[in-house]
């Protein structure tokens, strides 16, 4: 039996390193994940009840994310490395926007 003087003889090989797009695409699920729950902390400390849609809205977005490491399958409907489509980012900032006590922005 070799003996080394690393690593408690447990013989675990480290993980190489993630590739710098795969690093990305951690960090952006991340990111998201950590924005969907803010939204929702933000509304229940201010008081603010959400709509049934966008509690489920939360919970399905948070649940693909976690899932799938993004929340849309079509590529074209948001950018490349991003976990969240370009529509589901304005709404995650409208709820929010709603949490903070904040006017609803006018779309046109």
Known sequence: MKRT??????GGAKKPPLSPFEAERK????????????????AEKA???????EGEF???VS???KTHGRAFADPELGAPGKALSSMQGRKLKEITAKAKGEKP???F
């Not at 003087?5 to 447990?10: A, D, E, L, S, V």
């Not at 008081?47 to 849609?53: M, R």
Request: proline share 0%.
């Open 5 to 10: 003087g690393f690593g408690g003889g447990k």
């Open 27 to 42: 960090a952006a699920q991340r990111a998201a994940l950590n924005a969907l729950k803010r939204a929702r902390r933000s």
């Open 58 to 60: 939360l919970d399905s």
């Open 105 to 107: 922005k006018r779309r």
């Open 63 to 65: 649940e693909r994310v």
């Open 47 to 53: 008081g603010v009840s959400l709509s049934e849609w």
